[in-house]
């Protein structure tokens, strides 16, 4: 929705509340666009987050193959010496 400063003033309410329910807002001042109302994203809760990173780690742990490890994983690159082959 876009809508001039001047009719936003009297609407005011009206328009926040629309923009708290996802809508867009777009005021303009002159035909050009100056702002935009948008919701305020709450801030993400700390204990909320751990669990979340906890929660993928567990799934990333369930997923994990078995098999050589990284340190070993280019020594067929090389021979008996350590040298290139």
């Known amino acids: 929705m876009t809508i001039s400063v001047s009719e936003a ?3 005011l309410t009206e328009l926040v509340r629309r923009a708290e329910a996802g809508e867009d807002i777009v005021l303009t001042r002159h035909g050009q ?3 935009r109302l948008v919701p305020v994203k709450p801030a993400f809760d700390r204990a909320a987050r751990r669990a979340g990173i906890a929660a993928a780690q567990a799934v990333a742990r369930g997923k994990a193959l078995p098999g050589p490890g990284a340190a ?3 020594d067929f690159l090389y021979g008996e010496d350590g040298l290139p082959e």
């Open 9 to 11: 003033k009297a609407q």
């Open 33 to 35: 666009a100056v702002a």
């Open 72 to 74: 070993r994983s280019q």
